[in-house]
């Protein structure tokens, strides 16, 4: 995927979410986003899964310019999955209901197609045997699990995962990184968010360190993990990985 | 519970049940046995008939509501500030004035002089459409509230949610949210409906032939007491019960659903 955001800049009152932000990665497959909270890491990718848009600035997301057009905005949420840290379910429905009916009502699928799609995804992940559960009835990686199914389930240009552990214990943790490593060796482009630093040095192609509304550092995991330049980074790292 | 909590239990039911025998024989030995059912059975098809109304307003008025909560609910989640604005203030104005009044001054004033004539013309009786539509915007503005309320309770991830997966605003609210707030208002709703069928006793002031109306003329006409009465408090039980049991089975058909 080709990524172009330049001087971003998006306000919450009188925070500065994103401060001028600018990112240029002309073939990145798993970007991965790291940084301290209130950095501006879900506002970034809210922007470029098309949830939010910039006060100024410009991005663009391979052939896709986000501009504040809703019914356009609308067509290229449909072409990406998108994931929460939690409650990403409808808990009105069923784990497969979940998932066959945006596949129904936003691709146009027929039921019988969206019930074997809905199917093959659940399949996949080894969730087949809790289709029929609300999502009240799954645990928290279960959840997150056939929630990451739903955004697969129609191919998506790329899927957006906004801190997609952080509510979960360490072992379903496990189980939910499991999985995004699963569909990254796939072939996904995923751009994602996170507080594990062992698993996006792991998995990144691209990391990007975000503080303050800005990009302070971004590049191979090696480099970014292995040698910071930026201070800011660094003491960040040396926070984060002393323990 | 424990050993003196049953005892004064029993305590409390022998207590009660003496003070409201208490009451009836002092109500009934007034009555002197002057009681004569044959006097409503002698008015038993304007009675009849007028129950019939009344419950024929009831679901018109229920209908007629649903469709004003919506259209409230709706201009006060408008993205323009005027209809928003608007609506606030037309319904603060509804809720904080008596459907009493509403009544009176919507029928007399606005609606008779405007549409009675086409209304008759059309084979309408107007008093029972102006009844209906002065009934429906109230209970509306109430119902708007609540479904207002309820849209409101969901929380942020699931609008974003509904928004990731590709739903367009119409889709957000019709599979993901009203879904999800009308199991929440269900015996809100359920209460606003069993008070719509008592209110709408009060048409009566605009001469709508409906229960209550009916029920008074007989008592009037005949002297009757407890005769016209009983019957009064059993027919509009026979119309909100159903609806309270009806809301108390749905709520917990929900309830073990999620």
């Known amino acids: 995927m080709k990524l172009e955001v330049q001087g971003a800049t998006r306000i919450y009152g009188a925070t500065r979410a994103l401060d001028g932000l600018t990112l240029s990665l002309p073939d990145a497959r798993i970007l991965v986003l790291i940084g301290p909270s209130g950095g501006g890491k879900s506002t970034l990718l809210r922007v470029l899964g098309g949830l939010e848009t910039v006060d100024s600035g410009t991005v663009q997301v391979n052939a896709h310019h986000l501009l504040a057009d809703p019914a356009a905005l609308q067509a290229y949420r449909r072409k990406n999955g998108f994931l929460f840290q939690q409650f990403n379910l409808f808990p009105h429905l069923s784990a497969r209901k979940n998932i066959t009916l945006p596949l129904e009502k936003v691709h146009r699928h027929?039921?019988?197609k969206a019930r074997s799609m809905a199917d093959e995804a659940l399949d996949r992940f080894g969730l087949l045997e809790h289709a029929d559960k609300l999502p009240a009835q799954l645990s928290g990686g279960q959840q997150q699990r056939v929630g990451i199914a739903r955004a697969v389930a129609f191919s998506p240009e790329i899927l957006f995962l906004d801190e997609p552990t952080s509510a979960l214990d360490p072992e379903m943790t496990a189980e939910v990184l499991e999985l995004i490593?699963?569909?990254?060796?796939?072939?996904?482009?995923i751009i994602l968010s996170t507080h594990e630093m062992g698993f996006a040095r792991a998995v990144a192609d691209h990391v990007a360190f975000i503080a303050s509304g800005r990009i302070e550092e971004c590049g191979p995991p090696a480099s970014v993990f292995g040698s910071p330049a930026s201070p800011l980074c660094q003491r960040f790292l040396s926070r984060v990985m002393r323990y | 519970m424990t050993r003196r909590q049953h005892i004064a239990n029993f305590g409390v039911a022998v207590a009660l049940a003496a003070a409201v025998g208490w009451l009836c024989t002092l109500?009934?030995?007034?009555l002197d046995n002057q009681t004569d059912w044959s006097k409503a059975w002698d008015y038993r098809e304007a009675l009849c008939n007028g129950w019939l109304m009344t419950l024929g307003i009831s679901f018109a008025a229920l209908a007629g509501s649903i469709v004003f909560g919506l259209l409230f609910l709706l201009g006060q989640r408008s993205p323009l500030p005027v209809v928003r604005w608007t609506c606030r203030a037309f319904l603060e104005f509804v809720r904080d004035t008596p459907l009493l009044v509403h009544l009176l001054f919507g029928y007399f004033v606005i609606f008779a002089p405007l549409i009675s004539r086409p209304l008759a013309d059309a084979g309408f009786q107007d008093k029972v459409v102006i009844g209906i539509l002065l009934l429906s915007v109230f209970q509306g503005a109430y119902l708007g509230e609540i479904l207002r309320g309820g849209v409101e309770s969901i929380p942020k991830t699931q609008w974003d949610s509904a928004?990731?997966?590709?739903f367009s605003p119409v889709q957000v609210y019709r599979y993901v949210i009203f879904p999800q707030a009308l199991r929440r208002v269900l015996p809100a709703i359920a209460g606003l409906f069993v008070s719509l069928i008592k209110d709408s006793?009060?048409?009566?002031?605009?001469?709508?032939?409906e229960y209550f109306y009916n029920t008074k003329n007989f008592i009037s006409r005949s002297y009757a007491g407890l005769e016209g009465y009983i019957p009064l408090a059993l027919g509009y039980l026979a119309l909100t019960l159903p609806v309270a049991w009806l809301a108390h089975w749905l709520e917990k058909r929900f309830r073990h659903e999620t």
Do not use: T, W
Request: proline share 3%; aromatic share 0%; charged share 15%.
């Open chain 2, 201 to 209: 006793s009060l048409l009566s002031v605009i001469g709508v032939s």
């Open chain 1, 181 to 189: 490593q699963e569909l990254a060796e796939a072939g996904q482009d």
């Open chain 1, 110 to 112: 027929d039921p019988a």
């Open chain 2, 163 to 166: 928004r990731a997966v590709g």
């Open chain 2, 27 to 30: 109500v009934l030995g007034q």
